[in-house]
């Protein structure tokens, strides 16, 4: 996976994990059914507008909270690709790079609006936009292999099976 393009679905700060999956939906079965409130407690109508391939891009202390893992899975769930945004909750961040949802943190909230394609390319730190580009820290080699797994799991049993 080098290059993720996809269409932007701007949020604004401080989207906690209860807004990203409401928690009286925690307990509602498999994920995919789960899946259908992704962002529904951040906006009644949002779930809606979610689209597989979607690049979710967001401001300040994304995914700060409880419940990560299912928050997580549940944007996977509906084709989000990746999540960008000016600072994650330490617990999310983790949690998506163990799902292998790449997250990352750059200010480009201001940058693109909702419906722009943009384009991230993990292995060089590039985001392209339609107004121009922006650089971001890269992920360590081991990162990437867990990302390019589909997720943590994948990748090790990956690594153990070349020993």
């Known amino acids: 996976m080098k290059e993720i393009t996809g269409k932007v679905l701007k949020l604004g700060d401080s989207i906690g994990t209860a807004q990203i999956l409401p928690e009286k939906y925690l307990s509602d079965g498999s994920i995919s059914k789960i899946a259908k409130h992704v962002l529904e407690g951040y906006s009644e109508g949002f779930p809606a507008k979610m689209q597989e391939g979607g690049v979710l891009v967001a401001g300040l202390h994304f995914g700060w909270g409880p419940a990560t893992a299912r928050a997580v899975a ?19 961040f983790r949690g998506a790079i163990n799902e292998g949802l790449p997250a990352i943190a750059v200010n480009i909230v201001g940058e693109v ?8 390319n993990l292995e060089q730190g590039e985001i392209t936009y339609p107004g121009g580009e922006m650089s971001f820290a890269l992920y360590p ?3 990437l292999n867990i990302v390019r797994s589909g997720d943590l799991i994948a990748a090790i049993k990956k690594e153990l099976g070349k020993k």
């Open 74 to 92: 549940a944007l996977k769930a509906v084709g989000i690709r990746c999540v960008i945004a000016k600072s994650f909750g330490r617990a999310f």
């Open 113 to 120: 609006s909702d419906g722009d394609i943009i384009t991230i």
């Open 141 to 143: 080699e081991f990162v």
